[in-house]
């Protein structure tokens, strides 16, 4: 492996390509028109335009991701996340074309990538998983209440497809369950080419936690702890941090063990998280999914462990990466992930893509990370996610790392657009998420105090 090609944009295709620089290797951007001058563009050593702004006029064609690792000569692929990072038919077009995939097989992007066949290989490796339904295709109404009542009410329609709390609607009672599982089924079937739902029990107070694992393709796999990412809106993280606050270690030791006993049982390659709902109440945890990429929010699990995850991706790939047994895995202090939008926490948190007249992330401070495919000057589009940055910040304990967090925040310049940074503040200052009394339901529970500090 000599030269990769990120088939990817922005703040993701940067941080690969630190990592790979790192390790001797060259670098390839594809670009659409929107970002023929970006940050990500500017970064890599060669670049290729693959098409217009919409991604599935650029970023989602893959005979145009292809066509330009054949042009400058790449031999290896990285997906980032997003686009086609989870794509089965990309990562096994990619190895037939001959190329390095640097990612786990097709077969297990494939099986995970099926929200249901994914629970019950997570069942058969022992893995407890939330009581569920069987899926019902566009069309399929048949059965649809008995099953929603022996699933029970809460209860969230998702999409089969689905990921990153994309398709995922939820109903709390039986008078609007048809309509929503109907138009959850369109929208799946749109998104990601697959229509297909099913239910699943909602858990009202809920803790989301994830287990990053690593395997190593040969049925060995480890972990590198937990992250907690409940701080969401709209089913979208805005907040995550690692480790877990305030849970028993008996069961952040039982996640990560079921996780790994996940990976082993699929041989899987590679980075890949584990999802699950943690009742906040019993600390009793259920398998969500599986994340077959490497994870926007993984910059807090390498600041408490010291470990590249990407370059650990992409040495197993070449074939450089010997196993590293879990003994060597430690963790120190605390880390907290804070997602900069260019959005509209007044307005149910909308887009608001603009020119970025000021962009200035903080600098000089210790122990914070800023990731970024933005500059000053540069336009967040409204083609693509409007994350703008992610500001990291590390401490010897949670309460460093968050007044870290509060400190970079304060100090990030940033003007001619719309952000969310005040509303992170509010979230990083409210007495329940400083005490750890965080949960899914947080931001709805707490919006009306948290938009008006």
Known sequence: MKKILVANRGEIACRVFRSSRALGLSNVAVYSDADAESAHVEAADQSVGV???????????????????????????????????????????????????????????????????????????????????????????????????????????????????????????????????????????????????FLERFVPKARHVEIQVFGFGDGRAIHLFERDCSLQRRFQKVIEEARAPGLPPHVTDAMAAAAVRLCEATRYSGAGTVEFIVDAGTFEFFFLEMNTRIQVEHPVTEMITGRDLVAMQIELARGSLAFIPQAEIKTHGHAIECRLYAEDPNKMFMPAPGPLATFRPPTGMAHLRIDSGYREGDVVTPFYDPMVAKVVAWGEDREEARRRAVEALRAFSIDGIRSNRHFLLACLGDENFVSGDVHTGFIDAHRMRLLAA
Not at 58 to 73: F, N, P, W
Not at 126 to 140: T, Y
């Open 51 to 197: 098409g217009p702004a919409p991604a599935r006029e650029s970023y989602l064609r893959v005979e145009k991701v292809l066509d330009a690792a054949r042009e400058t000569g790449a031999d290896a692929i990285h997906p980032g996340y997003g686009f086609l990072s989870e794509n089965a038919e990309f990562a096994q077009s990619v190895i037939d074309a001959g190329l390095i995939w640097i990612g786990p097989s097709p077969e297990t992007i494939r099986q995970m990538g099926d929200k249901q066949r994914a629970r019950q290989i997570a069942e058969a490796a022992g893995v407890p998983v939330v009581p569920g339904s069987i899926r019902f295709e566009p069309g399929m109404l048949e059965g649809l209440e008995p099953a929603a009542e022996a699933v029970g009410y809460p209860l969230l329609v998702k999409a089969a497809g689905g990921g990153g709390g994309i398709g995922m609607r939820r109903v709390d009672g039986p008078d609007k369950l048809t309509d929503i599982v109907v138009a959850t089924q369109s929208m799946a079937q749109k998104s990601f080419g697959n229509g297909a739902v």
